[in-house]
């Protein structure tokens, strides 16, 4: 018996305890997932959490009374009959749609489901499962569709990997970006404004700033240079690179404005494109290496918006590179070391790396996705780095490599692109002028790190857990002084560390030490600075560090030093030294 029947016989299961409580509800569909399953319902009243006790309670009980669960063949006009005398419309739907002359059903009891299989021959075999949350849905995915409620839940083999899972969800859930967010004041989602559209409070502003500014230090330093583009453009450039024709259904709506239709950018791609169309480009300039932090909108159904990861306007670090054929390897190679550096400065270590291979749908010629499938494949080979063949998963303008980032909870993460484009140079007709003085065709390649900076921001706050790295932290400092007596000192020092360009902030109000050191803790302030009149008398200042505790009383040119270093070295574990 495999995870995934399981999990199968499982949503069939949790169906059975719906109708056997709520004889009323409509049955969707119950499909198992990479971490359970779930199955959707039609009902007038939301689910609530004691709705999901009573279910999960008479799932166990349905999985003790060890119920056989047998596949029968019905003709389909029997089947459609005998869910429509059952009320159950959606499933009608559905046998008619995908039912073949004769379909296939399995039954349990008194419930019996349209479903190819395969599923475990009892019911006693579901022994180890967890219903877990409740969520709306559109039957189909369509959002015009009729609203169904999802009962989410998880299930395994043995008791401990469920317990393992069980405690993995909680450790997420106390990391939940949303939540964190929120607690920490970091950014927020307001409907007055609309669904997907981020604000930005000050403390997450400080830390995408810091963000940005190494992100551009590290380009400059990388031999690229930078743009600015604007938000919207002419529609007709739109239908030039093909996005009217593949990606219509993210565009927002056009505007009106004067005589001419604009549109908002979904891509900050062919805007580069037409910087480099705004001369002739000859062989000795290549490559050019671009990079925009580009703001860009795309339609997301909002069932589908999720806080930071999931928007309708968002960052881009984008880069595109133009250059000869004979630089592609090379140029290859130094993306996938600047994008890996890059991601390890923020303490990110294991990755998972992908070269995906010509879709179904594809434009250029074949033996041209080969060539350069394996160039990709022979730059990661050079670099001794593993990857896995994701077949038949590039975009249909050509191969790609993808890197997935690894947080503190083992989940991965799609952040970083590097994808070789046969399309945008022909349909922009991008040339260069080579060494024989004949026009050539460019090649251009797509790059991001982090993907977008708003999806980033919230895979570091759930990889932190909030508690963001010195170098990160919105306030790296909380000044605490013990008494009014202290406060001068107190300003003094926070003067003397502002001059230091160290973040920090001062504790004026008159509640006692031990109530502002645990606000400093809730706050994840990484370091903590209390000072009181024997402090004040010797230069010193008693030091704190986040989660660790008192540390002892230190100089304060030492706290600066060591703090400035930490700073720079990116410190994650902050242990004192001098």
Known sequence: ??????????????????????????????????????????????????????????????????????????????????????????????????????????????FIDFCLGPHVPSTNFIKYFKL???????????????????????????????????????????????????????????????PGLILWHPKGSIVRKIIEDFWREEHLNNGYELLFTPHIARLELWNTSGHLEYYWENMYPEMKLESDEYELKPMNCPFHIQVYNSKLRSYRELPLRWAELGTVYRYERSGVLHGLMRVRGFTQDDAHLFMREDQLEDEIEKL???????????????????????????????????????????????????YRIDLGAGVFYGPKIDIKIKDVLGRSWQCSTIQVDFNLPIRFD?????????????????????????????????????????WLSPYQVEII?????????????????????????????SEKVGYKIREAETEKIPIMIIVGEKEMKNNTASLRIHKKGDIGKYKIDEIIRWIKKSIKNKTLDLEFRR
């Open 430 to 470: 991008l040339t260069y002028i080579g060494e024989d003085g004949k026009q050539n065709r460019v090649i251009m390649i797509h790059r991001a790190i982090m993907g977008s900076l708003e999806r980033f921001f919230g895979i570091l706050i759930e990889h932190y857990g909030g508690s963001f790295p010195l």
């Open 132 to 194: 877990l949350y409740v969520s709306g849905s559109y039957w189909k995915g369509d959002e015009k569709g009729r609203k169904l409620q999802r009962i989410y839940g998880t299930a395994f083999l043995d008791k401990k990997s469920l317990e393992e899972h069980l405690h993995f969800l909680e450790e997420a859930k106390k990391r939940d970006h949303r939540r964190v967010g929120k607690d920490l004041d970091l950014f927020s989602v307001r409907d007055e404004i609309g």
């Open 1 to 110: 018996m495999d995870l995934e029947t399981l999990r199968h016989s499982a949503s069939h299961l949790l169906a059975q305890a719906v109708l056997d409580i709520f004889p009323e509800v409509k049955l969707g569909i119950g499909p198992p997932t990479e971490t359970g399953f779930f199955y959707e319902f039609e009902r007038e009243k939301p689910f609530t959490p004691e709705d999901l006790e009573k279910i999960e309670m008479r799932m166990k009980n349905l999985a003790q009374q060890n119920i056989p669960i047998e596949k029968i063949s019905l003709p389909k006009d029997e089947v459609i009959k005998l869910f429509s005398e059952k009320n159950q419309d959606l499933k009608v739907e559905l046998i008619i749609e995908k039912g073949d002359e004769m379909v296939s059903l399995y039954k349990q009891g008194n």
């Open 336 to 386: 996938l070391v600047f994008n890996l550096n890059y991601l390890k400065a923020f303490s990110f270590q294991d990755f998972e790396i992908y070269l995906s291979t010509r879709p179904d749908r594809f434009v250029g010629e074949i033996k041209e996705w080969e060539k350069f499938t394996q160039i990709l494949k022979n730059s990661l080979e050079k670099l001794n780095i593993k």
């Open 481 to 509: 002084p013990v008494s009014e007596k202290s406060l001068s000192y107190a300003k003094k020092i926070k003067e003397r560390f502002q001059k230091e360009k160290i973040r920090i902030s001062l504790s004026e109000r």
